[in-house]
C-alpha cells in the first residue's frame, strides 16, 4: 500500500528471527529444501557408484562401501533423535517442522544409501536383516508421510469445530436423556435401551478402531429393535426412537474422529519400536563386521 | 477484647471490622482513644472469614510496607484470621459483633448510630470500612442462620459428591449451580425459583441451565420456596405441597444490598453516578460530611494492606496528628529523587498539578495515587525520550522544558510546557508513532496506561485534554511533514468522535458523502459488493484513514466500510479537509497518491473476481471468518492450518514446557472455517480486555507487543472474567517433574507437556497452592520465540496479525 499506510508494526517485525505469515507444510519446507539435498544425494551416489571401479566388485566392505555404510548409521542416528528433539523444549531457535522435512527427504534417502551400500548383496544373515529392518521402518515412515499429508483435512471436517471432550459429552448427554425417555417402555424395549446406556462408545477394539466397524453396536440394534416394536407408550418410543438416531450420528461421529486419529498414530506403533530393532540390528552388523569379518 | 457498653459517647466509632476497619480500632486503642468497633456478624473480617477454607491470601503490593497494630503476611486464611484475633484481644479493642447499622444521624462531635437489633451507639467520629461486598439477603424460613447456608461459590471444585441447593434465580445462583452441577463433580444440584420463569437472568445463562436440566445434570424446581433448613435436609414449599430433599450445602443467590445507597443516606457524596464511581475524600480520607471518615475497599483500596494502613493513618489524623504522613510517602520520595531540584513530595505534587494541564482537577489524594504508578525523569536537552515503532501505551506530561516531535526526516514540532504526548500509544494501543526527544533540559511524568485511563475515567477536564491533543496528533502523524497543528485547527474544530459497534458500517458502497475518517482505536474493514456478494477487500488498522476518494473525485463511495470490533472514528467533514489539502499541495499529492494505489489494488480484485470467482470468495469469506472470530482487534493470533494439523498437541506440550507446566493454549477449541481454525489462545489485543480491571496492576505490554502478566497476581479472576475468548485459566502451577530423559529412559514422571490432574493432585497431597489467572505471553524472554509454532512438527500452527495474513499476496497467491 501507499507510503501513507506503511504499517509501522513491519518495521518492527522485521527485526524478529523468523515470521511466517502463511502456512507451510513440511514437505514444502523453504521450498522443498530437504527433498533438493535428499535428492542431489541420492543423484550423486547412484552416479559415483557407476563410476568408482571398485575390485573385484561393489560391497559393503570396499572403502566406498564404508563411506556409505558410515554415512547411513550416522543419518540412522540422527533420524532417530528426532523423537528427542520434538520432546525437548530448549529456548533457543529451531523448528520442529524444519525437522520433519529434513526427517522425511533423508529418511528416504537412505533406501538409496542402505541399498547401494550392500553392492546389492543381501542374503540370510544379520546383515540384511539390518537392511530389511531400515526399509520397513521407511516404509513405515512413508505410510506416515502419506496420512499426514491426506488425513487431516478430514480430520476438521468431522469433527465441525467439536473437541473430543464435546463429542463424548454429547454422548453422555443423550445417555441421560435416554435414560429418562426410556422409563414408560416396556421391559423388553427399556433392555434394549440399557444396553446401549451400558455399552462403553469405544468397545470394539482396535481393528474395530481402525476399520470404524461396531457391528455389535447396541445403539444401533436398539433403534432398530425400537422401530419395529409394538405395544407400550408409543409417543414414549418414538422420542426413545429419535434420541437413539441422534446418539447413533453422535457415535458416528466419535467412531470416525478415533478411526483417524487412529490412522493418524498407528504408524508410529510399527515405525519407532522397529527403529529400535534397526539400531540394534545395524549394532550387531557393524560389531560382526569389524570383529568376525 | 471487651463488649462495650452502648451509653457513653466514644471519640471514635468504627463501623466494619475488616482489615481496614479493625486496623483503625487497634490504632485507637493503641493510642487510648475511646473507640468501638461495629461489626454486623458474629465474627472479625466477614469478607475473608467467608474465604473458602485454607484458601491463601496474598499480601501485595510488595513494595508497600505495613503500617498498622495487627499483623499481616502472606499466609492462609485460618492464620490470618487467627493472627487478627489475637491482636484484637492484644490491643485491647472494643468490638461489638451483632451490631448490623442501619441509620445515622447527627454531626460531627454527636454522631447517632442505630443499628438494626435497636441499640444507639453515641460517637464524635465515624470511620466507614464496611468494603463493597453489601449485604447478602437471607432466607427467610426457619433454620437460616445455620452455618451449611453459604452466599458466595469460590470454587465449584470444592464440593465433591454433595447434595447441593441453589436458591436464586438470578445469574449468580444459575452461574453457582452450573458451577457445581459439573459432571465430574458427581454433584446433586436442585436449583429453587420463587416463579416460574427465569426473567432476571441472562439469557445464555437460561439456555444453559435449561440443557444441564434437560441433561439431569441439575433438578430445576419452578415455584418452589425453602420452608424449613436442617442439617443434611431441606423441606420445600412447592405447589404440589411440602416435600423434604436431602441436602448437604444451601448457596443462598437472594441479591445483596450495596452498601452505597447506605452510604448516600448519610449525606456523603460520590465522584460520579457510574458504578465504579467512590466517595468524594481529602487527603485525610473525610468524606463530604465532616467527621465521617472512608477508608478501605469503599474508598476505592481493594488491597488488604492499603486498607490496613489506611486504618492506622485515619485514627492519627482523627487524633489530632497532622504531621503524619502516609505509608507511601518514601515511595513517592524515591519516585521524585533523581530530580535536580530538591522538594518534598507534597511540593513536587503541587508543582505537578500546576504545571501540567491533565493534573489540574485532579484531588491531592488522587495525584499521589497517580504518581505511585508513574516516573517522573529528567532528562537532557537532545536525549531520546522513545523511539518510532517501539511499543508503549504509556502516557508522558512535560512538567518542565519542552518535547520535540520528528515528524518527517529533519523537521521536528515542539510540545509546550503543560502539554502531554504519547497518547496515541494509550488510545489506539499501536506502537510509537514518532520519535520524541527532549527540547530542552526537562522534566517528563510518564504515567502508565493503567493511571492514565484511570485518570481519564476519574477526571472529566483530563479527557477532554487528552482527546483533543490525540486527535490533533494523529492527524499531524497521517499527513506527515506538510502539515502544521495551525492548518489542522479548523479540521480539528469541526471533526467529531464516533464510536461504531463491531459489524456497523461507518460508510456505505453507493452513498453520496465526501467526509472523512481517521481511526482513532479499533480496526475497519473495505468491503465492495462484486457480482451481488461482498467481497472483501482490505483491512484497516487503527491509524489509518478512509474516505477520501470522495472528497478527491465527488464519486459516491465505491465500498463499504464497517467496524471488524467496537471502534471509535473521528469524522472529518469534506469541507475543512478540502480546504486544508488546497492550502498544502504536498498533502494533496500524497493523498492522491494513496487513492490511486487503493483504486489499483480494488481493480486487481475485481479482475481476479471475474477469472477466479472462487478463489476470492473463499479469501473473502475467510476474512470474514477472521473478523467474526474477534481476531480483528487482535495484533498476534495463532491459526492453525488444519489441513496440516495431526492433533498431536505438540504445541500445547511446548507451551507447558516451556512455561510452568500450564499449557496456555487449547488447539481443539475454536472455530473453523475452510480448514482455518483459531483455537483457544491468547490474541494479544490492541486494547486487552484483561488490563481493563486488574486490582494489583500486573498485566502489562511488553517490548513486542506482547500482553504479559509479571508476578503478583492475587487471583481475583477478572482477567479472567474480562477475555472475550476465553484464553485465561485460572490454575495453580503444578509441581516439578523429573526431567526428559529420566523419562524417556525409565518412565518417571508425566512425560512431556501438561501434567494430568490425577498426578499434580497425587504430588501435591493436601496442599492446595493459589491458584492465579495463567495466560500466554508469547514467549516473552524465550529467545527462539513461540514455542507452539516452533514445535509444530508440520507447519499447521503459525502467530500473525491478521493485516499480515490478509495480506493481498495471499489472494494474488491463491489465484496463480
Redesign the interface.
Known sequence: ?????Q???N???QT???????????L??AGFRWAKISGGLCLLIILSYALVDVTPRHNGGSWYGYTLGTIGALLILWLTALG?R????????????A??SAHVYLGLSLIVIGTWHTGFQLGWNVHTLAWALMMLVILSGLYGVIV?AT???A??NN???M???QML?AI??FD??L??AAQPLTPADSAAVLASLDQDPFAGGAWARLRGRYPDCATAAARRALATSQGGDADARVKVVQLLSQKEAALARLREHLRL?AL?EIWLYVHVPLTFALIAALSAHIVSVFFYW | MSEAAPLERVKVAIIGSGPAGLSAAARAAQLGMSHILLEKTDHLSDTIFKYQKGKRVLATPERLDLRSDCRFAEGAREHILANWDEDAANNGVNVVYRADVAEVTGEKGAFAIKTAQGDVFHAENIVLAIGTQGNPNRLRCEGYDLPHIIYQVDDPEDFKDKHITVVGSGDAGIENALGVAEEALENTVTILNRSRDFARAKAKNVSDLMEAGENGLIAIRTETQPKKVEPGWLTLDTPDGEERIPCDVIVARLGSVAPRAFVESMGIEFTGPDREAFPKLSPTFESTVPGIFVIGALAGYPLIKHCMNQGYDVVEFINGNTALTPADEKDLAAIFAGLPQQKSVSQWLDYLRERVSIFADVSPLQMREFMLDSKVAFYRKGEVVFEKGEPGSSLFAIADGFAAVEVGSGVTVPIEQGSIFGEVGLISGRKRGATIRAGADSIFVEVSRTAALKLMAAVPGAKRAINRISLERQLLQIFKGGLTAEDLAPVVEAAEVERVPAGKAVLTEGEQGDDVYVIRSGSMVVEKDIGGKPIFLRYLPAGSFFGEMGVLSGQPRNATVKAAVGSEVIKLTGDSFRKMLAARPQVREATEAAVAERAAMNSFIESRKASYSSAVDLYSDTASFIMKEGLGEATDALLIDENLCVGCDNCEKACADSHEGLSRLDREAGKTFAHLHVPTSCRHCEHPHCMADCPPNVIHRGPDGEVFMEPGCIGCGNCMRNCPYGVIRMEAAPPPKPGLLSWLLLGRGPGPGEPSPKWTRKQLGDEKPKKIAVKCDMCKGIAGGPACVRACPTGAAIRVSPEEFLSIARLDEATD
Open positions: 500500500m501507499a507510503s501513507l499506510f504499517r509501522r508494526r518495521r518492527a517485525t524478529e528471527r523468523v515470521r511466517e505469515r502463511r502456512h507451510e507444510g513440511f514444502r519446507y528427542y520434538k520432546r525437548r523444549m530448549t529456548s533457543d531457535y529451531w523448528s520442529l517442522k525437522w520433519t499426514y488425513l487431516p483435512a480430520l476438521s469433527r465441525e469445530q473437541t473430543q471432550m459429552e453422555r448427554a441421560r436423556q435414560h429418562s486419529r493418524l
